[in-house]
């Protein structure tokens, strides 16, 4: 089936500095993945919404400037947290759908354990 | 307002047994109904989707059903095992127009599994 590839699986950054995150569709081509945020026991919370070749649409409260997102190719999405800080501590997890219509498939990466110290 | 309600929040059953969760949902115009099952420190893995006009759909020891009529689905597990220890989550899509979807999640419940 199709893998959505996430890096770095954890990942540890001091206060004040730049992470980021990439996602990989490995064997099929994704002209839109999702990048959520989830803390604690609590479900997925949509950040934005990343379009291959145009600028991300995000979703309301999610800061454009402090969540970089970049769409350059077919198969690859990256999420940089810029000047990051403690309160940016969470699990992030991207997701990419097939194409074909809404209701194919859409799945996950295996997520990324960011801590800010 | 859009949104998925799921229960029990919190499960625990002994291996063997089976169970059935619940959800709920006001998502609306529907476009499809999706669970998931969430490892901890995972991302979620797909168990089934289900359209509009789908009233049942199984996946090995998982069947869902969809009641589309009272805006429910459920979740049953057969014959559970440890590794079925997880959050499984609802999400239901919703067509906003013009090509457009939001997938709308529900909080998930969380099972466990007691050897």
């Known amino acids: 089936g199709a893998v959505v590839s996430q890096h770095p699986s954890r990942v540890i950054c001091k206060s004040g500095t730049s992470v980021k995150i990439e996602c990989r569709s490995l064997?099929?081509?994704?002209?839109?993945m999702f990048w959520y945020r989830q803390f604690p026991k609590k479900s997925l919370m949509l950040m934005a919404t990343?379009?291959?070749?145009?600028?991300?649409?995000?979703e309301q409260g999610v800061e454009k400037d402090k969540f970089l997102i970049n769409h350059a190719s077919l198969t690859l999405s990256t999420l940089t947290v810029t000047s990051a800080h403690p309160e940016d501590s969470s699990f992030y997890i991207c997701?990419?759908?097939?194409?074909?219509?809404?209701?194919?498939?859409?799945?996950f990466g295996q997520g990324t354990r960011l801590t800010v110290v | 307002k859009n949104q998925v309600e799921q229960s029990p929040q919190s499960l625990i059953i002994l291996e063997g047994k089976n169970c059935t969760l619940q959800?709920?949902?006001?998502?609306?115009?529907?476009?499809?109904l999706r669970w998931y099952k969430q490892d901890t420190g995972r991302g979620p893995v797909s168990l089934t989707i289900?359209?509009?006009?789908?009233n049942t759909k199984s996946n090995g020891r998982y069947t869902a059903t969809l009641d589309a009529d009272t805006k429910h689905s459920s979740l049953h597990i057969t014959a559970s095992q440890l590794s079925d220890s997880a959050s499984y989550i609802c999400?239901?899509?919703?067509?906003?127009?013009?090509?457009?979807?939001?997938?709308?999640f529900g909080t998930g419940t969380r099972l466990k599994v007691l050897a």
């Open positions: 997701s990419a759908r097939v194409p074909g219509g809404f209701n194919t498939e859409a799945f």
């Open positions: 064997d099929f081509q994704a002209t839109t």
């Open positions: 990343s379009n291959e070749g145009s600028k991300a649409t995000y």
């Open positions: 959800c709920n949902y006001t998502v609306s115009p529907f476009s499809n």
């Open positions: 289900m359209t509009f006009s789908e």
């Open positions: 999400v239901v899509s919703a067509h906003l127009g013009s090509g457009t979807y939001k997938y709308i």
